[in-house]
């Protein structure tokens, strides 16, 4: 089964970028479909953007137009590039991969919007 382990997080002012990853260890990384959440102080976490398997990409409405999910099976990762951020898009932010029953989430890595 595969390992996820995010890294990028950090600190931003608003209207500024940043680029999530989130590397995969062991296993297949290519056969699992790719999702990225996050979770604002209390709030329940919820769907940001997916990528399945053979590439198709999916988005929340709130991060639509601004957000890019893409993926390098090569190196077994899968990135979440953001830009024109705003204070609510604030949260802890997860990778998650899916293959048929399994399912292994990372760690998070904390974005925090702030000027």
């Known amino acids: 089964q595969v390992q996820l382990v995010e890294s990028g997080g950090g600190l931003v002012q608003p209207g500024g970028s940043l680029r999530l990853s989130c590397a995969g260890f062991?296993?297949?990384?290519?056969?699992?479909?790719m999702y990225w959440y996050r979770q604002a102080p209390g709030k329940q976490r919820e769907l940001v953007a997916g990528i399945t398997s053979s590439g198709s990409t999916n988005y929340a409405d709130s991060v639509k137009g601004r957000f890019t999910i893409s993926r390098d099976n090569a190196k077994k990762a899968v990135y979440l590039q953001m830009t024109s951020l705003k204070h609510e898009d604030t949260a802890v932010y997860y990778c998650?991969?899916?293959?048929?029953?399994?399912?292994?989430w990372g760690q998070g890595t904390l974005v925090t919007v702030s000027s």
């Open positions: 062991g296993s297949i990384f290519s056969i699992y479909d």
């Open positions: 998650r991969g899916a293959y048929r029953s399994l399912e292994v």
